[in-house]
């Protein structure tokens, strides 16, 4: 059965895209087989111009709107994909996350461990809360030292006790974006990306057991 993630979030700087295509090439490398697409639904095309620049069919990248979404979902389960990853633009836009919320199995939402980033989420939360979907926060871009990461966990406890973060965070780590220069991910760049490769990894196997319970 596909399984539907949905990285979601209006405040631009968090890594959304970045942590998709890593999340999606995390899903296509982990198991021999597997068949990962990932939908741009981004106006910028970031996805789609690292897709070219990789000169791969894996994973597979088409783009979405609003309007096309659910066509482009059915099409993609009745292809027997194993893992859909959607990419949504940086804007609060009620219908995309309706529509969103309705089709995910799972949805996240990249924050920075910023008093900016928490605060924004507020609006969105509203509409997906409304929905029978699964959420979580994932702090992302996190510094090596500080305390900016239990204070954000502490807000979001604080502020949104309805929704959990997942355990994993990503750090800020100028691999991730080299790799998207050249159409790459960590997991294909060696020693120099491995700290990116596990933190990815470790997120991957915590959203699996998030889709199993």
Known sequence: MTKII???GQKGGSGKSTIAVHFAMEALLSRKGNQVAIIDMDPQGSVLEWSRMRKDANPVVVSATTTTLAQTLKQAQEDGF???VVDTPGRQDTTLVELVAAKSDLILMPLRPSLFDVRAVAGTLTLLNAKACKLRFLLSQ???RGNQV????AYCACA???VAIVRSKIGYRTTFQ???IDGRGVQEVGRDGKKG???IAGLFEE???LLRN
């Open 150 to 153: 239990a204070d954000a966990e």
């Open 160 to 162: 949104h006790p309805e």
């Open 142 to 144: 996190t510094p090596a």
């Open 82 to 84: 194993d893992y859909v």
């Open 207 to 209: 959203v699996l057991d």
């Open 178 to 180: 080299k790799t998207m």
């Open 197 to 199: 490769q596990l933190e």
């Open 6 to 8: 949905s990285f979601v």
